[in-house]
């Protein structure tokens, strides 16, 4: 505003000294006046001059004009958008062809189901990442019940719980019935000691197994019954209650075919008792010791492997392997877009003005030479491509194997994490450190355009697998189907990003859009202005100049 309040009292200071034009200027010698005076006079002007009357300029605009200039000026604007969003479309087909679907996809050929860094959960869903702990777990030792019955915890469990049994303090852990004195008590592993021993995830972590198994959450008394090959045995307790739940229409029946006779053999009496403490097995209690004995196992199996020196310095170095690869992607995928792109603008170049040298081979030299100068010049970018990637692609490593934690990945699972993570941590980066001249606003507007288009990209890297299926049924295009991949789909990934970027800016949430088309109206109406200003300024000066000559007498009218 202060710019437009100088330009208008430098106007009027214009007009002020015009209309303050001094009454009368100095006198040439006698001869030049008598020259002046014996030349002719143009009568006809005269009588049209009429020097008492102040030569007044008046400026009507009305509406339609004010209109028309505006809508002028903001069809310019976003005509220069336009442009804008089509080079940017084409600069962006070639860098997603050479970024995340041409070096990308090179870089993707080393990823590895489940991860760079072996998990409990993978392990123990027969996933492996390194071969040695594969190895490790197929050569491990068959079970051996007198390890795990013979360990000191378990002796001493099962010595208290006799006690308490014998004085008749002692319940079922499973029904919640006493167990009497004189009955048959098994010490159950809830979680059984051959499911702990064979334990895949508990092997990766190289916890002990006995001591694992004989965990207190683990050691459960119940009757002989319910823990024999007959009822748990080696089942999981998930296991026990379905079996229970589908054999209970022929227990009941048994149990009242049993309960009707008059008298019942040895044999008779156990499966009667058996089929009374299957009967009796609380399906509610059992699932909560079970799930209780889990968590306190599984609690100890993850804490002794991810903190163990192993894990950390397995997801650091595949961290940093990461890193490298994504860094190295970046950055050479920058030259590759630089090169396309100058190389493109030189074929333009040489379309429209012809060559530049004598013969087509000299012309080809030259203009290498000239995109080879302008990608020396490009290091900064390298250097700041690289670095960025390697963020990612060491951010990306960590997020994948806490995912792994969890769930098992896929090969094409890992790459869109880290594509994706590319893309969340350029907008992250946008937030954090916005460039000088962009508000909170425009960053936050632009921000949105970087995490729509990590979401493009992600989805490209599904349909990638669609597309490559469709392109080997045509057996003319099979040999070429990871390029003819790579085009189509980073094409199409391209052009989506665009019309996102362009939905974003015509839905404009922030009012960022009309902001910059306003600023745009009055740059350009300032500028307008400036150089009516500079105009005035000079026939001003000139004016100064023709005045300021001796040879003329001049009487300004009052």
């Not at 010490?187 to 021993?197: G, Y």
């Not at 350029?426 to 909170?440: E, Q, R």
């Amino acid at each position: 505003m202060s710019g437009r309040v100088g330009r208008y009292k430098k106007r009027k200071e214009m007009i002020k000294k015009n209309q303050s034009l001094p009454f009368v200027r100095s006198l040439t010698d006698q001869e030049q006046v008598d020259k002046l005076l014996s030349q002719g006079v143009d009568t006809e002007k005269l009588e049209n001059f009429d020097s008492s009357t102040d030569i007044n300029v008046f400026f009507e605009v009305n509406s339609a004009e004010v209109n028309a200039l505006l809508s002028d000026l903001k069809s310019s604007f976003h005509k220069d958008r336009l442009d804008q969003l089509l080079s940017e479309t084409k600069r962006g087909v070639i860098s997603s062809i050479a970024g995340p679907f041409g070096l990308g996809k090179l870089v993707s050929a080393y990823d590895k189901h489940g991860g760079n860094v072996d998990t409990v959960h993978n392990a123990r869903q027969g996933v492996y990442v390194t071969n040695e702990e594969k190895q490790r777990n197929n050569d491990y030792g068959d079970y051996n019940s007198s390890d795990y019955h013979g360990y000191k915890g378990y002796k001493n469990k099962n010595r208290e719980d006799s006690i308490l049994q014998n004085k008749g303090k002692l319940s079922d852990s499973y029904t919640g019935n006493v167990l009497e004195g004189g009955s048959n008590r098994h010490l159950d592993h809830t979680i059984s000691a051959n499911e702990v021993h064979n334990d895949a995830g508990r092997i990766l972590a190289e916890v002990d197994g006995p001591s694992a198994a004989n965990s207190e959450s683990n050691l459960n008394s119940t009757s002989e019954h319910i823990n024999n090959k007959s009822g748990k045995g080696a089942l999981t307790v998930d296991e026990l209650l379905s079996k229970l739940e589908r054999t209970a229409p022929q227990r009941k029946a048994r149990i009242e075919e049993l309960s009707g006779k008059s008298e019942l053999t040895k044999k008779e009496n156990r499966e009667l008792e058996r089929l009374h403490e299957h009967e009796a097995v609380d399906a509610d209690r059992m699932r909560q010791i079970d799930k209780k004995a889990r968590k306190e196992y599984n609690g100890n199996i993850n804490k002794e492997y991810y903190t163990s020196k192993k894990f950390l310095k397995n997801t650091a170095s595949t961290g940093v392997n990461e890193g490298a690869k994504m860094g190295a992607q970046q950055a050479f995928g920058y030259l590759l877009v630089e090169f396309f792109s100058g190389s493109i603008t030189e074929i333009t170049d040489a379309y429209n003005n012809g060559l530049e040298g004598k013969s087509l081979y000299k012309d080809i030299k030259v203009r290498l030479i000239r995109i080879g100068r302008n990608l020396s010049g490009k290091w900064k970018g390298v250097i700041t491509g690289f670095s960025a990637g390697f963020i990612s692609g060491f951010i990306s490593n960590l997020i994948t194997t806490i995912v792994n934690i969890f769930v098992t990945t896929a090969k094409r699972i890992v790459r869109m994490i880290r594509e994706g993570v590319f893309s969340l941590l350029k907008a992250m980066k946008l937030i954090l450190f916005p460039p000088v001249d962009m508000s909170f606003v425009e960053v936050m507007h632009e921000a949105m355009k970087l995490i729509a288009a990590g979401g493009i990209v992600i989805a490209g890297v599904a349909l990638e697998e669609i597309i490559e299926k469709l392109i080997l049924s045509v057996p003319l295009l099979a040999p070429f189907t990871s390029v003819a991949t790579a085009v189509i789909v980073g094409s199409l990934t391209a052009i989506a990003m665009s019309l996102v970027a362009y939905l974003i800016d015509k839905m404009d949430i922030l009012g960022v859009i009309k902001a910059q088309e306003t600023t745009f109206i009055l740059n350009n109406l300032d500028k307008d202005i400036d150089d009516k200003l500079k105009q005035c300024e000079n026939v001003s000066e000139e004016i100064d100049v023709l005045l300021g000559q001796d040879s003329v007498l001049l009487l300004q009218s009052s």
